[in-house]
């Protein structure tokens, strides 16, 4: 089975903190995902990544920043915390760009006061 | 501009019945689209996909309905479990110029005993 982990399940930072969040795959993935999700706004994302070293931006990505140094590994990062970026962050892989599911961690719910 | 549409934010079924989730989307180069399944404080998993070259695809309990002319997917569950009762979000990609997940916003299930 693919398994997703995530750092933290529950994580409470203050404005203006550095925040990061990190995501492992143990499925040899190339592709990994990190979307946050809000109420009556599905699932957006943030940033994706097709191979290490290598980030792309998506469609909400103002606020965040991400690295990949290992195939495994994902970070997100909030280089200073603002209490708008309170939400669930979920991060996700996939064997395959387009044609094939991808695979979620547990999430992260982050609340930033 | 949501791309992939839920309209409906929340559905009730009794148990035993057949539950019928819809999503619209408005990107005719949406090519494969994907029905997860989200529990509170879990992430989604992934439930069956489409390709956009079949109008159905089965997996047991599910059965995606494609209409490409309509621009309008449905998800039926037959019977309904109280399982079943979670958030459901469908997602479409496309392998051209968009090769990412856009999710719509969600409908609610549940299912009453």
């Known amino acids: 089975d693919v398994k997703v982990t995530q750092s933290s399940r529950y994580l409470v930072k203050r404005t203006g903190e550095k925040v990061f969040l990190e995501c492992v795959q143990d499925m040899d993935h190339e592709n990994m995902f990190w979307y946050r999700q809000d109420p009556g706004l599905g699932l957006r994302l943030i940033y994706f990544?097709?191979?290490?070293?290598?980030?792309e931006k998506g469609d909400i990505p103002e606020g965040y920043s991400v690295s990949r140094e290992k195939k495994e590994r994902f970070s997100l990062i909030l280089e200073s915390a603002s209490t708008n970026q309170t939400s669930m962050y979920l991060c996700?892989?996939?064997?395959?760009?387009?044609?094939?599911?991808?695979?979620f961690g547990p999430g992260t719910r982050l609340t930033v006061t | 501009d949501q791309q992939v549409k839920q309209n409906s934010p929340s559905l009730s079924v009794q148990e035993g019945r057949i539950s019928i989730l819809n999503c619209d989307y408005t990107n005719s180069m949406f090519d494969y689209f994907l029905w997860y399944k989200k529990y509170p404080a879990e992430g989604p998993t992934f439930l069956i996909s489409?390709?956009?070259?079949?109008d159905k695809n089965e997996d047991g309990r599910f059965t995606v309905f494609l209409n490409k002319s309509a621009k309008h997917l449905s998800l039926h569950i037959v019977p309904s479990q109280p399982g079943d009762s979670a958030v459901y979000f469908c997602?479409?990609?496309?392998?051209?110029?968009?090769?990412?997940?856009?999710f719509g916003t969600g409908t609610r299930l549940t299912i009453i005993p």
């Open positions: 997602a479409a990609s496309s392998n051209f110029g968009n090769e990412k997940l856009t």
């Open positions: 996700a892989s996939s064997f395959d760009r387009v044609y094939y599911e991808q695979y």
């Open positions: 990544s097709y191979d290490v070293k290598m980030k």
């Open positions: 489409i390709s956009s070259i079949k």
